[in-house]
Nanobody, 117 residues
């Protein structure tokens, strides 16, 4: 069984920064080919924020390019999201997912990010 746990959310003023972490615990030998951050604001659909492959290729949503940076530590099965220049519209629940080589995707419960104006 795989558990995915996010941390690092909180309340920050506009223009501030936060760093999110996502730890994927897995049975020995599990490899996550792709990991990503999504977010869901109240009343809106969940949207992809950024993703990263095991070899470090990244993709970002246009609304975070230049402000957010995704990274991962394969040895620790941990995903990060450095968020700078935060805006009130970035307020959402941020969730992490991890996809195994066999195609199974696991989701975390999410962490709340609130940006005040």
């Amino acid at each position: 069984q795989v558990q995915v746990v996010e941390s690092g959310g909180g309340l920050v003023q506009a223009g501030g920064s936060l760093r999110l972490s996502c730890a994927a615990s897995a049975v020995s030998g599990s490899i996550f080919s792709f990991m990503a951050w999504h977010r869901q604001a109240p009343g809106k659909q969940r949207e992809l924020v950024a993703g990263i492959t095991r070899d470090g290729r990244t993709n970002y949503a246009d609304f975070v390019k230049g402000r957010f940076t995704i990274s991962r530590d394969n040895a620790k099965n941990t995903l990060y999201l450095q968020m700078n220049s935060l805006k009130p519209e970035d307020t959402a629940v941020y969730s992490c997912n991890a996809k195994t080589l066999y195609g199974t995707t696991y989701w975390g419960q999410g962490t709340q990010v609130t940006v005040s104006s």
